[in-house]
């Protein structure tokens, strides 16, 4: 079948997420492999932004493919209270991984569940009721993680669950608290110091839990200055609340480490986790927790589960994507990729004057568009809208580059198994597409 086919039956029954169905465009894949797939029409196209930033070993890769036949042949499902071998093997794999003393883990299906489940720990562990959760956050489309989520997508849902206050992001490019030349201790403490304000505003003896993406994902590629997360860690432990590290994006090598947490060496009592886990190849997610969490449950009944929890064939491709990781060495080449990408937004930052500012770490990476460098005035707004990001969109789809470009932010996240050639190659394409920014600011 043509792709116009496709979409016309796919269109006929089926709804699609986060669109007005009369507005819907979408992408056919017909393969894929590596970092490229292709349409039903045969076009080629470069997946600059990992599907969902979740293909992280990339499309295809046989090993895993092979492991999930594998368990399905020898067992396709068990219930969420059975152990089952891969359950064992993959609780122990992950142990290895995860920062040490993180090494008990809760299988759920998704990053939104994930999240969920941490903060119902959060609040039984505690006895406390509130969660801050920062404003420029992504925790997950159900109706609790949209709720601990900061972005303007919670909107729609609200009024949402009770108990959730929003803080401000280390957003040095954007914050009010940034002054030019300030040292990053200098930008933490002042973050630090606003982030204390608030829970004493709140009492912290009301927090169970601060929530947070490692580093900002879909909102921003937003890195946290070196101090601010051993400062909010150390907030936490002198006020006896919980850190939830979100890495549902950042974890798996993405960043150039296993977990974002690694980079500052900083231990969160519970890190939440999936895309990369599996690398997409089936849903899972999991928490990871202390013993500090664990310890509460062991006479306390966790109120939580759901039929397909440590689902044996999902459980079966994370164990087979941690061994394709750790065979290709897929950490170390995000980290030294990492670096190729980083230059090579530099370099498009000097051509093109719609830039504002270029973010990365390890193959995480995000160019921030702006009407003027001066005023930083967004390309495009917060909410969503205008019509120069869909025209970059436009042409780059045209060109065979898929990524994720929206409100003013164009992403570049591929697969971990990237190439240099590749890396550069793509760069190139999306060099010619930020002419049009470039144009459009006149």
Not at 3 to 24: E, K
Not at 74 to 92: D, K
Request: charge should be negative; proline fraction near 5%.
């Amino acid at each position: 079948m043509t792709n116009t086919q496709l979409i016309a039956r796919a269109r006929a029954h089926n709804f699609f997420s986060w669109s007005a169905q009369d507005a819907v465009n979408p992408l056919v894949m017909a393969r894929a492999e590596g970092c490229y797939f292709w349409d039903a029409d045969g076009k080629r196209y470069f997946d600059l932004n990992s599907q969902s930033m979740c293909m992280n070993i990339g499309h295809g890769d046989p090993r895993v493919i092979a492991a999930i036949q594998a368990q399905a042949a020898e067992l396709a499902y068990a219930g969420p209270g059975m152990v089952t071998r891969v359950r064992a093997e993959l609780g122990e794999a992950l142990a290895k991984v995860t920062p040490a003393g993180l090494d008990h883990f809760f299988f759920g299906v998704s990053g939104a569940d994930a999240n969920e489940n941490a903060v119902k720990m959060a609040r039984a562990v505690t006895g406390r009721h509130k969660v801050l959760a920062r404003y420029r956050s992504y925790h997950g489309a159900t109706y609790g993680a949209i709720s601990l989520t900061g972005d303007p997508r919670r909107w729609a849902s609200e009024p949402a669950i009770p108990g959730v206050v929003r803080y401000p992001d280390p957003y040095k490019y954007r914050s009010a608290l940034y002054r030019e030349g300030d040292s990053d201790a200098d930008f933490a403490q002042r973050c630090l110091d606003q982030l204390e304000e608030i829970l004493m505003f709140e009492g912290p003896h009301t927090v169970a839990a601060i929530l947070m993406e490692t580093v900002t994902g879909t909102n921003g590629v937003i890195i946290p200055p070196d101090g601010y997360l051993q400062g909010v860690r150390e907030l936490c432990d002198r006020h006896g609340i919980l850190l939830i590290c979100d890495e549902v994006m950042t974890g798996f090598g993405r960043t150039g480490a296993w977990f974002g947490v690694d980079h500052w060496g900083v231990k969160p009592d519970m890190i939440t986790m999936a895309k990369g886990l599996t690398s997409a190849y089936l849903p899972l997610s999991a928490v990871a927790v202390n013993d500090r969490v664990f310890d509460h449950f062991r006479t306390n009944v966790f109120y939580g589960g759901l039929t397909y929890s440590a689902h044996p064939l999902c459980l079966a491709a994370a164990l087979a994507t941690i061994r394709v990781i750790e065979e290709d060495d897929l950490v170390g080449n995000a980290r030294r990729m990492g670096r190729v990408l980083a230059e090579l937004h530099d370099e498009l930052k000097a051509e093109h004057p719609a830039i504002g500012d270029v973010r990365s770490i390890g193959l995480l990476g995000c160019i921030e568009l702006v009407k003027d460098r001066v005023s930083k005035e967004p390309l495009a707004p917060y909410t969503g809208g205008g019509d120069v990001m869909p025209k970059i969109a436009a042409y780059l789809r045209q060109h065979g580059v898929y990524t994720y470009v929206w409100r003013n932010l164009l992403h570049t996240n591929p697969p971990l198994c990237v190439t240099e050639a590749e890396l550069r190659e793509v760069m190139a394409i999306v060099n010619d597409a930020l002419a049009i920014a470039d144009a459009a600011i006149g």
